[in-house]
């Protein structure tokens, strides 16, 4: 029965395979876009208040890039921006790494709270700035201070749905317009 697999492949021409292909590949742009749009939508359906109690890493002068009026920074980090290196909180001046607002909107945190965030990150960074590990330890300590004051942490179904909403609407623009490119470009779609 050698034959009977040749025989098989044979029927199928080129046109077809690439035809095949071609269908393949926009079904399964399709589906992205559309895993992706009701990922999205169930994201925000399941999306619980945004915590007031943030903490997020950056380094002197890239925080407050976006904003040029003075004391509105571009972060969007509804808490504390603290530096990478030093563990320090960040402002935004007109001379980097000098004075003037701080970097985030400085959220909820009392003044005690930001201090036992600021020591903790400080002290991490003693040793060559902060790493992914040490970033971690203060998120976890800024999301200890946040359950105090009722905010939970977004929970897995959220974070999932809002991660497969965007990749499925990136991987099913891409396949889309790839096909739409090659299709124009070889003229075979």
Request: net charge negative.
């Amino acid at each position: 029965m050698p034959g009977a697999t040749e025989g098989a492949r044979s029927r199928l021409s080129a046109e077809d395979r690439t035809a095949l292909i071609s269908v393949i590949v926009c079904l399964l742009g399709i589906g992205g876009l559309l895993v992706g749009g009701v990922s999205l939508a169930v994201h925000h359906a399941i999306k619980g208040p945004e915590s007031k109690y943030q903490v997020a890493f950056s380094t002197v002068g890239e925080a407050c890039g976006g904003s040029r009026e003075p004391g509105k920074p571009d972060s969007g980090v509804k808490g504390l921006v603290l530096d990478r290196e030093k563990g320090e909180l960040l402002y935004c001046g007109l001379v980097p790494g000098v004075g003037g607002t701080p970097a985030g909107s400085g959220g909820a945190f009392t003044g005690e709270e930001t201090a036992r965030v600021t020591k903790l990150a400080i002290s991490l960074a003693a040793e060559g700035g902060l790493s992914d590990g040490e970033e971690d330890t203060v998120e976890r300590l800024a999301e200890k201070i946040g359950r105090k004051h009722g905010y939970e942490p977004p929970s897995l179904a959220e974070r999932a749905t809002g991660v497969a909403g965007w990749y499925g609407l990136g991987a099913g623009a891409v396949l889309l317009v790839g096909l739409g490119l090659w299709g124009h470009y070889t003229g075979e779609a």
